[in-house]
């Protein structure tokens, strides 16, 4: 995922029939058509460090991820921002001969270090652990002087690479200003906590108030407006969805407000994969605009598999790297008196067996 630019206020309207959505300065600036001042936030950012994998979120929260050399296996060092943060290591993986019981645990080869751990659900064919509070800190020091982390769950195993993960532990020290007091994961020193800096505040997301929905929602023989079925892009994607039928009937509606009315055109579709281009009009259908969502990287013109929910006035979507759903990217965005502004976001980019809820996080607001 990139991390290029932030686009934090509400979607940029475009006006259709002006060909592809301009990245204009405007958009850019998160300028729209609704009044509403842009808040400073705080950046997040991404790295790589040989095997390790480490982002931090807009909230200054970071998680560094290891993965299996050969298997499927990973294990996860979480930091929160803060004087009062405290590491949290969670792992799991996929066993490769079926389901198995019992504790799992985690040890540094070459080092005394053995940590348990208490199961995260009940889901025993793909274990997730959280390593018990007071073995977290003597495993953090040993993966930075280690090679290899094993795992070991009812007889099976499966081996962490932990090149990598001294730098990017060092790396959130750095960024949260823990280098040098005794809340550091790495550099350790004397200072006080209180010398870290406090995680910076929040944005705050209000939705819109709910409407009534009337004759628009899930319901059958939805049909689109002329003025959007008219527009190029719309044309480009029902020639694109012309395989499918029961696709292109699959025709997305809401009210947003009295004066708004939110469409939704699938536009392509795979295997584990569907994609919506989303359109707005007056309640009569005039005044058709393409909308494009804000992200942490380049604003979306088309969301995968995403669904709108007019009680909460949130828009999720799920855009998986593969059919388990163990990579991918996660967003959701709130219809609020500004537009639609991102709500959540995050992402792996790569297909280590990590659970969606275990996904490092780039964007959360309150």
Same mark, same amino acid.
């Given at each position: 995922?990139?991390?290029?630019?932030?686009?934090?206020?509400?979607?940029?309207?475009?006006?259709?029939?002006?060909?592809?959505?301009?990245?204009s300065a405007e958009a850019a600036s998160g300028t729209n058509e609704r009044p509403g001042a842009i808040q400073s936030v705080n950046q997040p950012g991404e790295r790589t460090f040989r095997d390790w994998y480490v982002v931090c979120n807009n909230a200054n929260a970071c998680f560094a991820f290891g993965h299996a050399t050969e298997g499927t296996g990973w294990v996860r060092v979480a930091m929160p921002a803060g004087p009062?943060?405290?590491?949290?290591?969670?792992?799991?993986?996929?066993?490769?001969?079926?389901?198995? *019981?019992?504790?799992?645990?985690?040890? /540094?080869?070459?080092?005394? $270090?053995?940590?348990?751990?208490? @199961?995260?659900?009940?889901? !025993?064919?793909?274990?997730v652990a959280r390593v018990r509070d007071p073995g977290v800190d003597g495993l953090i020091a040993a993966m930075t002087q280690g090679e290899v982390m094993t795992l070991n769950a009812g007889g099976e195993t499966v081996s962490i690479s932990l090149s990598g993960a001294a730098a990017s532990l060092l790396?959130?020290?750095?960024?949260?200003?823990?280098?040098?007091?005794?809340?550091?994961?790495?550099?350790?020193?004397?200072?006080?906590?209180?010398?870290?800096?406090?995680?910076p505040a929040l944005p705050v997301v209000s939705p819109a108030a709910a409407?009534?929905?009337?004759?628009?929602?899930?319901?059958?023989?939805?049909?689109?407006?002329? *003025?959007?079925?008219?527009?190029?892009? /719309?044309?480009?994607?029902? $020639?694109?969805?012309?395989?499918? @039928?029961?696709?292109?009937? !699959?025709?997305?509606?809401?009210?947003l407000d009295a004066d708004?009315?939110?469409?939704?055109?699938?536009?392509?579709?795979?295997?584990?994969n569907f994609a919506n281009a989303y359109f707005t009009?007056?309640?009569?259908?005039?005044?058709?605009?393409?909308?494009?969502?804000?992200?942490?990287?380049?604003?979306?013109d088309l969301l995968v598999n995403a669904s709108y929910d007019p009680a909460t006035r949130v828009i999720d979507a799920f855009d998986?790297?593969?059919?388990l759903g163990d990579c991918g990217t996660a967003s959701s965005?709130?219809?609020?008196?500004?537009?639609?502004?991102?709500?959540?976001?995050?992402?792996?980019?790569d297909c280590n067996g990590v659970p969606s809820e275990y996904w490092p996080t780039f964007w959360v607001t309150r």
């Open positions: 995922m990139r991390l290029d630019a932030l686009f934090l206020a509400g979607i940029t309207l475009a006006a259709c029939g002006d060909g592809p959505v301009a990245k009062d943060g405290k590491p949290e290591i969670v792992l799991g993986f996929w066993p490769e001969t079926g389901a198995f *019981t019992g504790v799992v645990t985690a040890q /540094v080869t070459g080092t005394s $270090a053995v940590a348990a751990t208490d @199961p995260v659900g009940d889901d !025993a064919e793909y274990p790396w959130i020290d750095e960024r949260q200003g823990r280098l040098d007091t005794t809340t550091a994961l790495i550099r350790k020193g004397d200072r006080s906590p209180s010398s870290v800096p406090p995680a409407v009534a929905q009337g004759r628009y929602g899930d319901q059958e023989g939805q049909a689109l407006p002329t *003025t959007i079925k008219d527009l190029p892009d /719309v044309v480009q994607c029902r $020639a694109d969805t012309d395989f499918n @039928p029961d696709l292109q009937a !699959a025709i997305v509606s809401a009210r708004t009315v939110l469409w939704g055109v699938p536009c392509g579709a795979g295997a584990y009009t007056r309640p009569d259908g005039s005044n058709p605009r393409r909308l494009t969502f804000p992200s942490t990287g380049e604003p979306l998986k790297g593969r059919g965005w709130t219809w609020t008196d500004r537009g639609f502004v991102l709500k959540t976001s995050s992402g792996m980019s």
